[in-house]
């Protein structure tokens, strides 16, 4: 195949189309969008889950996912059509001229290699750079990307630091070879709002200063808005508009675009029942950590039936350590946890099967959480068989019935396996997986932030619903205040392992503040493409009060 003329651009998509595979059948799911790059621009891709946000993403490399394939269309990168290179040919320009930044940190590294290893490893196999001079670079991007103790923290491996610090070293490796053009796929969704701004930050200062390119994936519009110069909308794989970002937040002109724009105006109305005198949960001085590193300081606090707790803070603050210990993965080396007024054993393993299911925890990370090579509606099953002794037609009734609760046609899903559903989609899965067991108290480990906003609002309806229905109580880890707001009852205000703050909502959440809680609620990114560089013009000079644990 001959490469088509060149481009006067970096990357030109002409009229792409990609097709699904469903069963024996090919199903298009890309249908003839186009798009232009110049270098030193980011073009914004924002869509529901399911869009197409990713495919288009992962096709400006050439690449389709597995049960995917490119049908018709032509892929440009700086004037060669990259459909028309041998596979040794592409994967020489991924990592080294086109990088990609993965949604999904923990499943794109290596949990047998080092942090600074797997950084160093693409710029010394392409003689870019040496071993030394490659780990002096690493070093100097984590101290751009704000990531603690930047000299030491590469020598972590993947499971020893949070999933937000991961997913600034995945940015970070992306930038190892300054390409010319990096896709970022949901590249803060697992940051808290105050790592976030640094990561925008830096990520709009690597594209301005090295001249990159960049296709930035996202349902954050507020995000989108500080770093896009043009923003293309999707549906059903479908573009629905295209236009300069200040002119797209303005004016637009699709009733599509128009509903994203005013979506997240759920808002819990009813009030929980009154606490009852002893709460569902209490955590009670609790110490923990691992090894020598201390992780949560003697924090308690307490979560009554059909009320819904938010715990809130910084990458590494402590709070999915708080979780671990709640549900028995990590014993704490102080205080206890109770359960109905009963002290719960420190070890899962020494709790029983009842204990096991009124407790249940949705995973911030569907990638890592499900297992690949499951069908739906095993994964979803389990629970039913394990906990409830279901089988047979009553299995596959409940099974069916927990899809439409998460709003996925069963007959379309049911059969599916977790690589052929999108980000939003899985973390659905991952939540009809922990309903399925009937528990009394289900963590949620930041379960909308896979999700658009769309979709999101959609399940935190479903969860406020199903709370009121069935008096579940919700612990809600989370860095999105906007689902603090509608959803939560009361908060809990982490840092550094400690507790800083805590309160029903309104009290926590009005003036005066705690310091850090100020921060928190001043890092919140607004519909304003002027937003982050006020921001960060307002606090130049001023106390970083950020990232300083290894480990959550």
């Known amino acids: 195949m001959e490469n088509s003329p060149a481009s006067k651009h970096l990357l030109e998509i002409r009229d792409l189309r990609i097709e699904g595979q469903s069963g024996e059948e090919w199903l298009e799911i890309v249908k003839g969008v186009s798009l232009t790059l110049d270098r030193g621009q980011i073009i914004g891709l924002i869509g529901e889950s399911g869009a197409g946000k990713s495919t288009i993403g992962l096709a400006a490399m050439g690449f389709a996912r597995p049960g995917c394939r490119i049908?018709?269309?032509?892929?440009?990168?700086d004037g060669v059509d990259l459909r028309g290179l041998q596979r040794k040919e592409r994967r020489s320009l991924r990592g080294v001229r086109i990088a990609y930044v993965a949604q999904s940190a923990a499943a794109s590294f290596n949990p047998a290699h080092r942090l600074i290893d797997q950084f160093s490893e693409i710029p010394v196999e392409h003689g870019i750079s040496t071993k030394s001079e490659a780990d002096a670079d690493a070093i100097d991007l984590f101290t751009r990307l704000k990531m603690p103790f930047p000299d030491i923290i590469g020598l972590r491996y993947p499971h020893q630091v949070s999933g937000g610090q991961l997913q600034r070293a995945m940015t970070a490796m992306a930038l190892s070879c300054r390409p010319d053009l990096i896709i970022f796929d949901e590249p803060t969704t697992a940051l808290d709002v105050t790592t976030q701004i640094e990561v925008l930050a830096t990520i709009r200062d690597i594209v301005e200063q090295f001249n990159t390119a960049a296709v930035y994936i996202t349902h954050d519009l507020a995000v989108v808005?500080?770093?896009?110069?043009?923003?293309?909308?999707?549906?059903?794989?479908?573009?629905?508009?295209?236009?300069?970002?200040?002119i797209m937040l303005s004016d637009p002109k699709e009733d599509y675009t128009k509903s994203l724009w005013a979506v997240r105006s759920f808002k819990k109305t009813t009030e929980p029942p009154a606490p009852e005198p002893?709460?569902?949960?209490?955590?009670?001085?609790?110490?923990?950590?691992y090894g020598k590193e201390l992780v949560l300081k003697d924090i308690s606090f307490d979560i009554h039936r059909g009320q819904t707790v938010a715990v809130v803070g910084?990458?590494?603050?402590?709070?999915?350590?708080?979780?671990?210990?709640?549900t028995g993965l990590l014993p704490p080396t102080q205080g206890a946890v109770f359960f109905d007024g009963k002290a719960l054993p420190a070890d899962y393993r020494e709790r029983?099967?009842?204990?096991?299911?009124?407790?249940?925890?949705?995973?911030?990370?569907?990638?890592?959480?499900?297992?690949?090579?499951?069908?739906?509606?095993?994964?979803?099953?389990?629970?039913?068989?394990?906990?409830?002794?279901?089988?047979?037609?009553k299995h596959e009734q409940r099974v069916r019935e927990l899809l439409n609760m998460i709003e996925l046609e069963?007959?379309?899903?049911?059969?599916?396996?977790?690589?052929?559903?999108?980000?939003g989609q899985k973390q659905r899965v991952c939540i009809a997986r922990a309903l399925a067991a009937e528990p009394q108290f289900i963590i949620c480990d930041e379960v909308t932030s896979a999700l658009d906003q769309l979709v999101a609002e959609g399940i935190l309806k479903l969860l406020d619903r199903l709370q009121r229905e069935f008096n579940l109580a919700f612990m809600f880890i989370t860095h999105?205040?906007?689902?603090?707001?509608a959803i939560a009852d009361r908060v809990v205000v982490m840092l550094r392992g400690e507790i800083v703050e805590q309160g029903v909502k309104d009290t926590v959440f009005s003036p005066p503040h705690h310091e850090y809680t100020e921060l928190l609620l001043s890092s919140v990114p607004e519909m304003d493409p002027d937003w982050l560089d006020n921001l960060l013009k307002r606090r130049v000079g001023s106390a970083d009060l950020g990232g300083s644990d290894l480990i959550r």
């Open 71 to 77: 049908s018709e269309g032509e892929i440009l990168f």
């Open 225 to 246: 808005a500080q770093m896009a110069d043009k923003i293309i909308v999707l549906r059903y794989g479908e573009m629905i508009e295209e236009a300069d970002t200040r």
């Open 278 to 289: 002893v709460p569902l949960l209490r955590v009670e001085h609790v110490t923990a950590g």
């Open 314 to 326: 910084e990458s590494g603050s402590g709070k999915s350590t708080a979780a671990r210990v709640i």
């Open 352 to 393: 029983s099967k009842e204990q096991l299911r009124q407790a249940q925890m949705i995973y911030q990370m569907p990638d890592t959480a499900v297992n690949p090579r499951h069908r739906i509606r095993d994964i979803i099953g389990r629970p039913l068989s394990f906990y409830l002794g279901l089988s047979g037609e």
């Open 410 to 423: 069963p007959d379309l899903f049911i059969d599916r396996y977790p690589g052929e559903l999108s980000g």
């Open 480 to 485: 999105d205040l906007a689902t603090v707001r």
